[in-house]
């Protein structure tokens, strides 16, 4: 996949109700298709396309009655993600196409040191999903998810010793949480957040 210019990433997945209508949508609204809708054996539907800033991304709708526990926001719930973060080369456009797509919206912004600009928190009727910024040569246009874990100190340990690569903190951030942005082995980047310490 690599050769045919695929990269490393992780990839978010967006539950829609009906992917096909959600793919005709995005690509109206100035997104690409790079895999066509098809159905994945009993467990559901999916597509996977590309915004109009080429940030790729998943479509499905899942088979299941359940709803997914893959993100949560409770602090103990480690190993799981506990947020999603945008960066994009145009956040307006982009934060536009996510909400004609798939209303998330926008109620609550955070000006950042510097000329960096907005972090724009994304909200999907009353749960916060993360949020949203412009990328830059530090931070290149994705997204990023940040999964919790109970000790931020250990968690970096871990990193550093298994291949991988930290590359911000860790440092406290709202809410009484530390984070520590890092890469894994294959250079992909991803964050980790853990309850800050007394």
């Not at 992780?10 to 009906?18: G, L």
């Not at 895999?35 to 499905?60: K, S, T």
Request: negative net charge; glycine residues 12%; proline residues 6%.
């Amino acid at each position: 996949m690599q050769e045919g210019g695929a990269r490393p990433l992780w990839a978010i997945y967006f539950t829609v109700d009906d992917v096909d209508a959600a793919v005709a949508r995005a690509v109206e609204l100035g997104g690409s298709v790079l895999m066509e809708a098809h159905d994945l054996g009993d467990i559901g539907r999916l597509a996977f396309i590309a915004d109009p800033q080429g940030v790729p991304f998943y479509l499905m709708r899942g088979n299941s009655p359940e709803r997914s526990q893959v993100y949560d926001t409770s602090s103990a719930a480690y190993g799981q993600c506990g947020w999603n973060e945008l960066t994009t080369p145009d956040l307006d456009a982009a934060l536009s196409f996510y909400g004609e797509l798939l209303g998330i919206s926008v109620t609550e912004r955070m000006t950042m040191p510097g000329d960096a600009g907005d972090y724009c928190f994304l909200d999907l009727g009353d749960l916060r999903i993360g949020a949203a910024m412009a990328a830059s040569h530090e931070w290149p246009a994705g997204w990023k998810f940040y999964f919790r874990v109970p000790d931020i100190e250990a968690a970096k340990a871990a990193v550093d010793a298994n291949g991988g690569k930290s590359l911000m903190g860790p440092h406290d951030v709202p809410g009484d949480e530390t984070i520590l942005v890092a890469s894994d082995p294959d250079g992909v980047t991803f964050g980790l957040v853990a309850p800050k310490k007394g």
